[in-house]
């Protein structure tokens, strides 16, 4: 059980994280939507691979929304397993990325985030960087509908302009077994700084601007439904797909070019003088 874990306000991740998402210069709107208190499902898009800045700012929202009520993440369990960040992200709130963990954070109150298109959609070409892509998994629409829990879309653009990704390079993926081994279908190829073309390492971000969106509740999510009805699922899922497409067309077209943005943006932070060259960006 959850045990209606709040995180520690003081815990020594949490200035690392704010420093890190601050490198993204974000922009949130709609946090109110986010409920102070008892459970909710927080559905967000996933971007840039490891970088994933989305998830932190989602997630620093969250706790400054609900600083008295747990609030939590699900997160795959490479990370969870991983020597002193595993045990940190747990103390933050991280559950392992299955139904029965999610299932316990909402019973538990929790608000509970959850990103469906898992490293799927973090990991999609780069030229699909404006696209909602969760797969056709539907586990989050099944667990809202049985508990009767309402479903926030939390909408991010920005993170993904920030890393070139070539391929999702599935074919290696199924070739490595990793769907085997460690429970992923993709093994992607980037291209940028230090390392050229290369597969899965990590490559320096670009500064891009990250948008993000808390949009109200989705009106089938506001009372309980049949999760046995395939139909239903369906209805539910394409709605919440296509309400978070709106959201990402309307965001990336606020703010077209995420990384020029984000570079104007700690231009203007330099001190005196430097900070005019913002102008010429």
Excluded at 195 to 202: E, R, S, Y
Aim: aromatic share 8%; glycine share 8%.
């Amino acid at each position: 059980m959850t045990s209606r874990k709040i995180p520690d306000p003081n815990h020594p991740l949490l200035p690392l994280a704010r420093a890190y998402t601050n490198y993204f210069t974000p922009t949130v709107t709609g946090a109110q939507h986010v409920p102070e208190s008892g459970p909710a499902l927080i559905i967000g898009n996933h971007s840039s691979i490891y970088w994933a800045p989305e998830i932190w700012i989602t997630l620093l929202t969250m706790m400054d929304r609900r600083p008295t009520e747990p609030s939590f993440g699900l997160a795959h369990e490479i990370l969870l397993r991983t020597p002193l960040l595993g045990d940190s992200l747990r103390d933050l709130g991280a559950l392992p990325a299955s139904w029965e963990a999610a299932t316990t954070g909402v019973k538990d109150g929790g608000a509970v985030l959850v990103y469906p298109g898992g490293d799927w959609e973090a990991c999609r070409p780069w030229t699909d960087r404006g696209r909602i892509d969760f797969a056709d998994r539907k586990g989050f629409v099944r667990l809202a509908l049985r508990l009767g829990v309402p479903v926030i879309p939390a909408v991010a653009t920005g993170g993904h302009d920030s890393i070139f990704i070539v391929s999702r390079g599935e074919r290696t993926a199924r070739l490595l077994r990793l769907d085997k081994l460690l429970r992923a279908k993709v093994f992607p190829y980037t291209v940028g700084l230090p390392f050229g073309l290369a597969p899965i390492v990590p490559q320096f971000p670009l500064p891009a601007t990250v948008q993000l969106s808390f949009l109200p509740p989705l009106s089938w999510s506001t009372e309980p439904g049949d999760p046995d009805n395939p139909a239903e699922v369906d209805a539910c899922y394409r709605d919440t797909v296509d309400t978070m497409q709106r959201e990402l067309d309307r965001l990336r077209a606020e703010i077209p070019n995420p990384v020029a943005t984000g570079i104007k943006r700690h231009l203007a932070d330099l001190p005196g003088p430097l900070s005019s060259l913002a102008a010429i960006v």
